[in-house]
């Protein structure tokens, strides 16, 4: 927090200028997509509500890697725990104050603040020239109350945001409820008809280390892939990322699993993390094809996710193995929209299936998507190495993953250039072969 100049008084000021009405932000929104980086943060609350919202919210997966310190007394407690202990990199301080005495805290606040700090007010008054002296004290942004917790998410995002466009990907990931239910394949479709729909570049990247399948099913053969990668974090760059994306049509980049199935070591949580950061910063559609296990480097790739889409087939098995991740996420990411529902293989058994019906009302969801078991188009994709949506774009199985696939995408902050003028607003350092 920089030193402030002297600000004039606030209170007789007639008629002030109000703050626009901030917009309610609903889970899955673009302005909650990111992860902030390693930081400690200071929130200092003079009511529990506040006090409970800001607790959620640095409870939030994008929050994982924030040291929080979380305590009453609003600005005056900030300003007793900077003079006597290191400042955070981030304070959030919440105030009943009039807008007088808010300037005055923030400047007896300044002398005790280590100046790179980032400070967020949130406060009552709703006033254009307060909210303007407050930043000219050197104040990262000022919030009027009530705050909620999606919103307390999307303000601290805004303050971490990178790059000139301050925009990053989102990421789309792909779990199956059980092995043998289709989801790598409709990952990958999923994946190209994304591109297809936006003509825009989208990254799919198998992050299932040695069985994985994009490669072989889209006729690839790849020298190196996200296992060779996901090492050692030290040595990731844009480059090395570029150099393991092998191009499938005008628009799929995909990042193979591996180029050897033995002797893989597993990546570490790290390494993930910046892979993913990385590409974040590239595409502004990131899919990710998920294996079956459970690690510390999945969980650092399931903290980046945006959208999760859980494909089960029409089994008991599936059933019950979907009812439990919809229960793990729901705990997991309160924050988030539920994870997407897609029931592959519908029509596999006419005697031992569970009905779509029947599933959805096991689950207590909705079942949007219900992809049709027709193995004749599935097989002859796969020996040609084609995908289905490019093969037999007019086949049952085929417009339900377009509908996904639009489903998926309908956020406004996924463009493309049959989204708007100019097209897709990530700059590709490479160019795309047709």
Not at 40 to 57: I, K, N
Not at 259 to 266: D, F, L, N, T, V
Request: proline content about 7%.
């Amino acid at each position: 927090m920089t030193q402030p100049a002297k600000m004039p008084k606030m209170e007789n000021a007639s008629a002030p200028l109000m703050l626009r009405s901030e917009a309610r932000i609903t889970p899955g929104e673009a302005g909650l997509s990111g992860r902030i980086p390693h930081i400690s943060a200071g929130v200092f609350c003079d009511t529990p509500a506040a006090e409970h919202a800001l607790r959620d919210a640095l409870q939030d997966r994008r929050m994982s890697r924030v040291t929080p310190r979380i305590a009453a007394g609003g600005i005056a407690a900030a300003i007793a725990f900077c003079a006597k202990e290191p400042t955070p990199d981030l304070l959030i301080l919440e105030t009943t104050a009039t807008g007088d005495e808010i300037l005055a805290g923030l400047n007896r606040l300044s002398d005790v603040c280590d100046p790179d700090t980032k400070v967020v007010v949130i406060g009552r008054p709703n006033d254009i020239a307060l909210y303007r002296a407050i930043l000219a004290s050197g104040v990262s942004d000022y919030l009027v109350a009530p705050v909620d917790t999606l919103f307390a998410i999307a303000a601290i995002l805004r303050l971490y945001a990178s790059g000139p466009a301050k925009r990053m990907g989102r990421v789309c990931a792909f779990l199956g409820a059980k092995g043998g239910v289709g989801t790598s394949t409709l990952a990958q479709n999923v994946a190209w008809r994304m591109g297809q729909d936006r003509r825009g570049p989208v990254m799919l990247a198998d992050l299932d280390l040695q069985f994985g399948t994009a490669a072989l099913n889209l006729n690839l053969v790849p020298s190196a892939g996200f296992a060779e990668q996901a090492t050692d974090p030290d040595r990731l760059d844009q480059a090395l990322l570029e150099r393991a994306l092998m191009l499938k049509g005008a628009y799929l980049h995909v990042l193979p699993a591996s180029g050897r199935m033995q002797e893989i070591a597993a990546p570490s949580p790290a390494a993930v993390e910046k892979l993913l950061d990385l590409a974040r910063q590239t595409f502004p559609v990131v899919v990710l094809d998920l294996p079956h296990l459970q690690s510390s480097w999945m969980r650092a790739a399931l903290a980046v996710v945006d959208d999760l889409v859980i494909v089960a087939g029409p089994d008991l098995a599936s059933l019950r193995n979907a009812k439990c991740l919809l229960d793990i996420f729901r705990a997991a990411r309160p924050n988030d929209t539920l994870p997407r529902l897609v029931l592959n293989q519908v029509g596999i058994s006419k005697r031992a299936g569970v009905s779509p019906a029947d599933f959805a009302q096991g689950l207590e969801v909705e079942v949007k998507t219900r992809i049709a078991f027709d193995p004749q188009i599935f097989a002859k994709a796969a020996g040609e190495g084609r995908l289905i949506t490019e093969m037999a774009p007019r086949a049952g199985p085929s417009r339900a993953i377009a509908r996904l696939a639009k489903d998926i995408t309908a956020d406004r902050a996924l463009g493309g250039a049959g989204a708007g003028k100019k097209g897709a607003w990530f700059r590709m350092p490479w160019h795309a072969a047709g």
